[in-house]
């Protein structure tokens, strides 16, 4: 195996024991199931209405990846500041890199069990009926990739402070406002001072816009270059900042 990705599994084999040997991971999973599984089938009447669709489960998952990303990667970083074992991490023979991004997947598996696990919500809809598997499939896509963002810019946040409340806050309000930026209200407010092309080009940042885009069954190279990028870009300014502060 190659050094650099032996050092990333190595990282990412700590982190992924760390997570479920404390409480945190088990309360978000159990938190998600209930929230997601709850609001997408009582708020909506999913039974009563006999749809063989998971819209209304998959139209709630922003809102909760929203605050529940940020809570399960508020520690990534802040943890290691007040603890101290930032400079141990650091002084080991791996890249900065490597940390950051086993460290990152490893929070990221979290995320991804918990969405693995609301799969009864696809035999309930088989059930119904005959479901569109194509909207499903992205849809679960586009919630992976959505939870992904949220949680690289948490890693990005908690690179800064030794707060994990202030990580915690901090990351809750960026995802806050890159999911509000896309909402119809905020564009037509921008569209009537600032012009229909510039609104139209802010709401392109909006991490709301591309997840719907794609839970409507098409996942474009567009959308997932978007995702892509922004993970890039937070985890690498993530680097950035924890070099900075190694120096």
């Not at 940020?70 to 890199?97: C, F, K």
Request: proline share 3%.
């Amino acid at each position: 195996m190659n050094k650099s990705l032996r050092n990333v599994w190595i990282v990412y084999r700590r982190e992924l024991c760390s997570h479920f040997d404390s409480s945190l991971a088990y309360v978000f999973i159990i938190v998600f199931l209930v929230l997601s599984i709850g609001l997408g089938f009582l708020f909506n009447r999913f039974l009563e209405n006999d749809q063989a669709s998971l819209e209304a489960f998959f139209m709630f998952h922003p809102w909760l990846f929203m605050v529940l990303a940020p809570a399960v990667g508020m520690r990534l970083w802040s943890d290691e500041h007040r603890t101290g074992t930032i400079e141990l991490l650091l002084t080991m023979p791996l890249a900065v890199w490597e940390a950051i991004v086993g460290k990152f997947l490893a929070a990221f598996t979290v995320l991804a069990f918990a969405i693995v696990l609301t799969f009864p919500t696809v035999v309930t809809v088989q059930y119904l009926g005959d479901p569109d598997y194509g909207p499903i499939i992205a849809s679960y896509v586009s919630s992976l990739l959505f939870a992904g963002v949220c949680l690289a810019i948490t890693s990005m946040v908690s690179s800064m402070s030794r707060s994990l409340v202030a990580a915690l806050v901090a990351s809750v309000a960026i995802c806050f406002l890159l999911i509000l930026i896309g909402l119809p209200p905020t564009t037509d407010f921008f569209t009537s001072f600032l012009g229909g092309a510039f609104a139209e080009g802010l709401a392109e940042l909006s991490i709301l816009r591309h997840f719907i885009d794609m839970q409507r069954g098409v996942i474009t190279l567009q959308n997932l270059y978007f995702y892509v990028a922004v993970i890039a870009f937070c985890l690498f300014t993530t680097s950035v900042i924890i070099r900075a502060k190694r120096a």
